[in-house]
T-cell receptor, first 117, second 109 residues
């Protein structure tokens, strides 16, 4: 149980275009989903936290107009990288947290590798 | 500020034992997690400690001392597949995960 999927697993896009990444909790309802970015040989960097039906909370330094997050249901959150640039190339990972009462463990998706040319 | 410290890199020999330490200073504490991350992959959950003491799970054990702000992950009978980064993360009073930078573990034959 507690499986999180991400789609696509990798994507190459041209500079200036937008890319949408989907994160789905397959066998549980995720009250909260998290979006992380990880550059090579660096640790996870939390970008934003989203709760179903409400606006995402962005970490300091993360542009909310550039990284659009939608958490429309308890099983789906999307991250759209708008007007992507080469410096946005990174490994984007989502995670989901289940209902209250559990340990708070986050279940990670497999990640999406974005390359902007 | 909130801070998680763990060594950047460690090297160990196949079949041996290695201990990866993690110290933390956070605003509140609601548990400490250890994750394993292989290169190019997402993290996978290893352990969760919220009370002091040792949690054992197969070849892996995790220890917590809340008074010292300290945890360690102990890996026994090391295998080559254990080569990975090990991430320590603390859940603070707002139930947000604060991540360490990770420890890259290199296993040599």
């Amino acid at each position: 149980g507690a499986v999180v999927s991400q789609h696509p697993s990798w994507v190459i896009c041209k500079s200036g275009t937008s890319v949408k990444i989907e994160c789905r909790s397959l066998d549980f309802q995720a009250t909260t989903m998290f979006w992380y970015r990880q550059f090579p040989k660096q640790s996870l960097m939390l970008m934003a936290t989203s709760n179903e039906g409400s606006k995402a909370t962005y970490e300091q330094g993360v542009e909310k107009d550039k990284f659009l997050i939608n958490h429309a249901s308890l099983t789906l959150s999307t991250l759209t990288v708008t007007s992507a640039h080469p410096e946005d190339s990174s490994f984007y990972i989502c995670s989901a947290k289940g209902l209250a009462g559990d340990s708070g463990e986050q279940y990670f998706g497999p990640g999406t590798r974005l390359t902007v040319t | 500020g909130q801070n998680i410290d763990q060594p950047t890199e460690m090297t160990a020999t196949e079949g041996a034992i290695v201990q990866i330490n993690c110290t933390y200073q956070t605003s509140g504490f609601n548990g400490l997690f250890w994750y394993q991350q292989h290169a190019g992959e997402a993290p996978t959950f290893l352990s969760y400690n919220v009370l002091d003491g040792l949690e054992e799970k197969g070849r892996f054990s995790s220890f917590l001392s809340r008074s010292k702000g300290y945890s360690y992950l102990l890996l026994k009978e090391l295998q080559m597949k254990d080569s990975a980064s090990y991430l320590c993360a603390v859940m603070d009073s707002n139930y947000q995960l604060i991540w360490g930078a990770g420890t890259k573990l290199i296993i040599k034959p």
